[in-house]
């Protein structure tokens, strides 16, 4: 925009004046001639311009003019010499300084006009010294001795035009100082010494790198969490490292957040691939949800996970729920109540016309040592000792024995946990493991599978792209001689897995 004015002014100037910058040049050299030959002790610039009949309009630009050239003159002697070794002498310094007085030229006008002369130089010893990697002890002086001469600190001559090139500098540097995780704190402080020796400080340095700072700290987070849990250790290693980077633990936590969810989410599908909580899976995922400030709703819902999983766990490990009472069924005296639930149950019968099923609708209760059912078409207990067999598929239960009480029991609200129970009830009271398959539970997949399977799927549901509730799930089922290979194990969310058809 200020480059658009000056142009226009110019224009406008050439146009109403054309002869003033040739006017000016000649006024210049005239009242330069004048100075050098009175020196500026003698030098009066009312006297000069009344002599050379310089008008009000004229004055700043002429003087601006010798200034720039008497300037011009001592630089390119400082530049020709061996002064270059050091900053201007003092009374080369002293010189400009009578000089400016006598123009009547305040210290800002001085200053642009010795910076408009040098700029070019300043860029050049800039870009040259930043064509390596690091700016070395010499020509960190060379950049002081600028600076000194020009009377500015050395970060001040860095902002500005050049202060782009610096950035860019700093950060291509610091980019390479943390590409492929071979981190040295010694190259950092290296990279530190460049930047002070560009004018840049410390806490500017910081600022500066600021986004790839984050951006580092997340690449390291996710090659941390890719193949390993994420540990107390490691986690305090970070913190202290995004520390060093002026990275507060508090930022740091809300920069991660969307990948903690992630890790959360992938922690918890891990666990729930062989169906047990184990108590060193809980303490993590309850080390992750008071570690990272997750959103309310992310932990509301992780919570109810792990009283899912951790209800599994139990009733695995034959700890059963206990229930009251219900209505409708006769018990005898002691006997616990373990499940009660809706279920349909379809009985299967084959005829010499062919096979007929028959629907029935109610209830189904477990106790501790038989389970019963009641609708208003048929009722009946079967006792466990008599149970020869539980398959679980995805959508019913299948029941084996001898009696009427075989088929298949479809669980509208929680067929998982039904059929959980049931199976432990059996297995209790008979004091025997029940045979008892279960599809569609990823029990044994080795863990290098899932860690291959979840970055396959981007730890999204291959089906709906959801990336919550999340299950390893075999495409061909094990009992249907599907095997833990990659190729055969997907990732999808609960509701789609519930979806998938039984019949493959
Ligand atoms: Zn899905």
């Not at 960190?140 to 950035?167: F, H, I, K, N, T």
């Not at 108590?279 to 992780?302: D, G, K, M, Q």
Request: hydrophobic letters at 40%.
């Amino acid at each position: 925009m200020a480059k658009w004015i000056e142009w226009a002014k110019r224009v406008v100037e050439r146009i109403d004046d054309p002869d003033r910058a040739q006017r000016t040049d000649a006024l210049a050299f005239a009242l330069q001639t004048e100075l050098a030959r009175l020196k500026p002790q003698m030098f009066d610039l009312h006297a000069a311009v009344a002599q050379l009949n310089i008008d009000a309009y004229d004055l700043p630009v002429v003087t601006e003019k010798v200034y720039r050239s008497v300037f011009t003159k001592t630089w390119k002697a400082w530049k020709g010499s061996d002064y270059a070794r050091s900053p201007l002498q003092l009374s080369q310094r002293q010189l400009l300084g009578a000089v400016a007085q006598k123009l009547g030229l305040d210290d800002e006008t001085t200053r642009r006009l010795e910076w408009e002369t040098a700029r070019a130089d300043v860029t050049a010893t800039f870009s040259s010294a930043m064509l390596d990697s690091h700016i070395d002890e010499s020509e960190g002086e060379r950049l002081l001795r600028l600076a000194a001469c020009l009377r500015e600190p050395l970060g001040g001559l860095s902002q500005d035009a050049l202060r782009p090139a610096v950035e860019q500098f700093l950060r291509a540097e610091f980019g390479s100082l943390t590409s492929c995780g071979n981190y040295n704190p010694e190259n950092w402080e290296s990279l530190k010494a460049s930047a002070s020796r560009l004018g840049v400080s410390g806490d500017q340095l910081l600022l500066i790198l600021r986004p790839q700072v984050l951006q580092w700290v997340r690449s390291l987070f996710a090659s941390m969490t890719q193949y390993e849990k994420l540990t107390p250790d490691s986690w305090r290693q970070l913190v202290s490292l995004a520390g060093f980077y002026d990275v507060g633990g508090l930022e740091l936590v809300t920069v991660l957040q969307p990948q903690a969810v992630v890790l959360v989410e992938h922690t918890l599908a891990d666990a729930k691939a062989d169906g047990i909580l184990t108590t060193e899976e809980r303490a993590n995922l309850e080390w992750l949800l008071s570690e990272f400030s997750l959103p309310a709703h992310t932990i509301a819902y992780v919570r109810s996970e792990i009283d899912q999983l951790q209800l599994f766990t139990d009733i695995a490990q034959g700890r059963l729920p206990t229930w009251g009472y219900p209505t409708g069924f006769e018990f005898r005296a002691g006997e616990i109540v373990h499940l009660v639930a809706h279920a349909e149950y379809h009985r299967v019968r084959q005829s010499q016309r062919g096979r007929r099923v028959d629907v029935h609708n109610g209830m189904l209760v477990v106790t501790d040592n038989r389970m019963m059912y009641s609708s208003p078409t048929t009722a009946f207990a079967l006792s466990h000792s008599k149970v020869l067999g539980i398959i679980e598929y995805r959508d019913c239960v299948e029941i084996r024995s001898g009696g009427k009480s075989a088929g298949f029991y479809y669980f509208p609200e929680n067929k998982r946990l039904a059929a959980a129970i049931y199976s432990t009830a059996i297995g209790r009271a008979n004091q025997r493991i029940v045979e008892r398959q279960v599809e569609g539970i990823s029990r044994n997949i080795p863990r290098d599978v899932r860690q291959r399977v979840w970055q396959r799927y981007g730890g999204r549901c291959a089906e709906c792209g959801s990336d919550q509730y999340l299950e390893f799930d075999h495409v061909v089922p094990v009992s249907r001689g599907g095997s833990n290979s990659d190729a055969n194990v997907q990732l999808l969310c609960r509701r789609c897995n519930l979806a998938k058809s039984d019949n493959i």
